[in-house]
């Protein structure tokens, strides 16, 4: 059953897995929630975890790590929100969903879609808490952000899924269509400080379909560690 709670900028529907000591947070903007939700009675069932879809996020400020301008001269800039995004998810929106569920965690994960897989790409410089990290057609385009990985001086002991649509780079803004590029030098260069992640280039285009993107993260991510598992 979904349980739904609006809290500061954050919705939260929450499928609970009964007995389950892993849990799976999945950002998604507004427009994915109704599919999302659906999706997660089911994953949640299938994958014996609980899982917490998370919407209601101000995407272009929250989901980005710094300032940069706007794509395709029709959406609103990016404000670089996600530090304080981040400490809420971490220090608030998580131990409030835990312990208002009672659930008992050895692991979570964390997964995002778009501009949310790069949020969770960058987490990886700034926290610890999560086992697992997705992203499903991540703007790894984003101004400056392998760049800003590559001299993150440490990386926690994390499993990793990236994934991209085989046609996201055929677009015409110029940055957006770097996506392939960065996507595969952000894997090149997590290979090379001996990071667990996992690529995959899938059919379909940026959202579309996007409830096989998230089973394909989901198990990944889980392959290899069964529920009953401690961290």
Do not use: C
Not at 4 to 13: E, S
Not at 152 to 157: D, K, L, N, T
């Amino acid at each position: 059953m979904i349980q739904t709670r609006a809290y500061h900028q954050a919705r939260f529907d929450v499928a609970v897995a009964e007995g389950a000591d892993r849990v799976i947070y999945v950002l998604v903007p507004d427009g994915l929630l109704a599919d999302a939700v659906k999706w997660a009675e089911k994953t949640a069932g299938r994958t014996q975890s609980t899982v917490v879809v998370v919407s209601g996020m101000d995407w272009n400020k929250d989901m980005s790590p710094w300032k940069a301008d706007g794509v395709m001269k029709r959406e609103k800039e990016f404000e670089g929100g996600a530090q304080m995004y981040l400490k809420e998810l971490v220090s608030d929106y998580v131990p409030y969903i835990e312990q208002m569920y009672r659930l008992s965690i050895a692991k979570r994960y964390l997964i995002g879609v778009s501009l949310s897989g790069l949020f969770t790409m960058w987490t990886l410089g700034k926290t610890n808490v999560f086992s697992g990290l997705g992203s499903i057609s991540g703007s790894l385009w984003f101004d400056g952000f392998t760049d800003w990985l590559a001299k993150v001086p440490a990386f926690p002991e994390v499993k990793v899924y990236i994934s991209l649509g085989v046609k996201e780079k055929n677009t015409a803004d110029r940055r957006m269509a770097t996506v392939e590029d960065r996507t595969r030098e952000t894997v090149a260069l997590l290979e090379s400080r001996n990071v667990d992640v996992t690529f995959e280039m899938v059919s379909g285009t940026h959202f579309s379909p996007i409830l096989p993107k998230f089973d394909k993260a989901v198990d990944s991510l889980l392959a290899g560690a069964p529920a009953e598992e401690a961290a």
